[in-house]
């Protein structure tokens, strides 16, 4: 039985057995995230929604969007609720979006999504707009991340959403070659990429997407963070050895020669798969399908440092009620 087949059979089973086949389905582990849902663009969008017991005065946002196939629970559950604990000593409000039919419009236009032009950078833009009304956020603390369709989403938002969104970092995921030809933000914002170099799905060299190279084609990781280098003003890149002692398996480019409030990065995870690193593990026909799951990054960690959201912050009243 060829790899191809054996592949195809454990995504079958990796997806029948996932929490994801309803919007707004349910992550497990007792979240209390909770779902919502707004009207755009004709349509009933939904989303889950975290918030701590006391959100910050001028509270962040993170913006966190699932994989193809799944949905925003299934994204909570990937990440194992880290970005629910951090929001509880920072005060952030996490939010976990669901796309049409369990895609998003990426910028691919080989996707379904693309096909039936679903407005997704509009529906995120309004969904961000939607709690503004209803908690205290900060404006200069709106950020997206998002891990494979999901990322490459957050990507998107990077090339066309910088008036709103103030950094980005995206996991297992590069631009779209049709994208990355009509990415001109305004203003610039920090990008991160964090991707292994062995994934089956979206090629680290960049090329076709998917098992059978049916999703369309990205220009690769690389291709990705130079992209967004130059785009940000910067002279330089910099390859550094590690992203700490003892992870020889983990090389981090940055860029360097940036204009103030630029950075710019990407995460090399050498031998990573298609994976969100750090995250909770998977079974045994996942990796046949997707890769390792390395745990020599935290991708989780690495995205809540790299948006500054570690920084203290000053708590409002309890505000769960919404």
Do not use: K
């Not at 490459?152 to 959403?161: K, S």
Request: net charge negative.
């Amino acid at each position: 039985m060829s790899f191809r087949i054996v592949a195809w059979l454990a995504l079958a089973c990796a997806a029948s057995a996932a929490p994801a086949a309803s919007p707004c389905g349910n992550s497990g582990g007792g979240s209390a995230a909770r779902c919502e849902s707004l009207s755009f663009d004709g349509r009933e969008r939904t989303y889950r929604l975290y918030v701590p017991a006391h959100v910050a005065a001028a509270a962040p946002v993170l913006l966190v969007l699932h994989p193809a196939l799944f949905n925003g629970a299934t994204m909570e559950a990937i990440t194992a609720g880290g970005f629910d604990r951090r929001a509880d000593a920072t005060g952030a409000l996490i939010v976990y979006p669901d796309g049409i039919d369990q895609h998003w419009n990426d910028g691919r236009e080989a996707t379904a999504a693309a096909r039936a032009h679903v407005d997704d950078v509009g529906f995120l833009r309004a969904l961000v707009a939607a709690l503004a009304v209803r908690y205290p956020l900060d404006p200069a603390r709106i950020f997206a991340s998002g891990f494979s369709n999901g990322g490459m989403m957050t990507l998107r938002l990077a090339c066309e959403a910088t008036d709103l969104f103030g950094g980005f970092v995206a996991v297992a995921a590069s631009l779209g070659e049709e994208l990355a030809r009509q990415c001109h933000p305004q203003p610039a914002r920090p990008v991160a990429i964090i991707d292994g170099t062995a994934d089956p799905l979206v090629p680290y060299a960049g090329g076709s997407v998917g098992l059978f190279g049916s999703r369309g084609r990205v220009v690769g990781a690389e291709a990705t963070f130079v992209l967004f280098s130059g785009l940000g003003g910067c002279s330089a890149t910099d390859p550094q050895p590690g992203a700490g002692p003892g992870q020889p398996e983990i090389r981090v480019h940055r860029a360097g020669g940036c204009p103030a409030g630029i950075n710019v990065a990407l995460y090399e995870v050498r031998g990573g798969g298609h994976a969100w690193p750090g995250g909770a593990r998977v079974s045994p026909q996942v990796i046949l399908l997707r890769g390792s799951l390395s745990h020599a990054i935290d991708a989780t960690d690495e995205t809540w440092r790299f948006l500054g959201l570690e920084a203290a912050a000053t708590h409002a009243p309890d505000s769960r009620g919404g």
